[in-house]
């Protein structure tokens, strides 16, 4: 189990109730192990800060970005979250939203190579 900050728990249950159309889409393509057998865990506290998915045993963070992550501002708080969050071990794949509902086959096949690469299967 990854540290985190305990004041995040009510903030990512909140978020788990709230996912967007392009977050629901990508969760119930994944979700229950139809994913390469490999658990993702939806909206999870890691660090200081609550990543969109987290695949554990893949050491793997998938982040689905709405309008306001393309602001500079945006931008440059992703930057920041990614290096903490590579700091710690972890991969992050970002897509936006757009791409995630209308090419979510695009998106399952990068995301399933990722994993499959962080266990060392064969995609």
Do not use: N
């Not at 192990?33 to 045993?57: E, H, M, N, W």
């Not at 998938?62 to 500079?72: A, L, P, R, S, Y």
């Not at 399933?112 to 266990?119: D, G, N, R, S």
């Amino acid at each position: 189990m990854r540290y985190y900050a305990p004041y995040l728990k009510k903030y990512a249950r909140r978020l788990r109730y709230d996912m967007t159309d392009a977050e629901r889409r990508f969760w119930y393509c994944v979700r229950r192990k139809r994913f390469s057998a490999v658990q993702l865990y939806r909206q999870t506290p890691i660090g200081r800060y609550i990543v969109d998915f987290y695949a554990p045993a893949a050491r793997l963070v998938v982040e689905i970005d709405g309008g306001q992550h393309f602001t500079d501002e945006g931008r440059a708080a992703d930057a920041l979250r990614d290096a903490a969050l590579m700091q710690m071990g972890l991969r992050v794949l970002r897509f936006d939203d757009r791409t995630v509902l209308m090419e979510t086959d695009s998106v399952l096949d990068e995301v399933w190579k990722a994993v499959c690469a962080a266990i060392g299967e064969h995609a």
